[in-house]
């Protein structure tokens, strides 16, 4: 198993910065890709970004990409979501999660992730 744990949203301004971190347990962890996903009020929940297990490889949603930067340290074990220049439409709560994907291409695909955090809320203020 892989339990994950959000921690670092909060409330920021339009243009500001905030950082998700989500704390993983489990010896497994380091052969997992690991995504964040977001869900806002009334809508589905979408992906925002993906990172292997090696860390090698990274994939974002085109609303995120060039403001949003995915990071793992399977040392720890931890993956970041360093989120600049926020915008209101960023706001909703963000989840961590953990699959073994067959190719990170596939990491807008929900029902593929074995495990989910609890999530975050991220606000964000026009």
């Known amino acids: 198993q892989v339990p994950l744990v959000e921690s670092g949203g909060g409330l920021v301004q339009a243009g500001g910065s905030l950082r998700l971190s989500c704390a993983a347990s489990g010896r497994t962890f380091s052969t997992y890709a690991m995504a964040w996903f977001r869900q806002a009020p009334g809508k589905e929940r979408e992906f925002v970004a993906a990172i292997s297990w090696s860390a090698f490889s990274t994939y974002y949603a085109d609303s995120v990409k060039g403001r949003f930067t995915i990071s793992r340290d399977n040392a720890k074990p931890t993956v970041n979501l360093q989120m600049n220049s926020l915008k209101p439409e960023d706001t909703a709560v963000y989840y961590c999660?953990?699959?073994?994907?067959?190719?990170?291409?596939?990491?807008?695909?929900?029902?593929?992730?074995?495990?989910w955090g609890q999530g975050t809320q991220v606000t964000v203020s026009s």
């Open positions: 999660a953990a699959a073994q994907l067959p190719a990170l291409s596939r990491a807008t695909m929900r029902d593929l992730y074995d495990y």
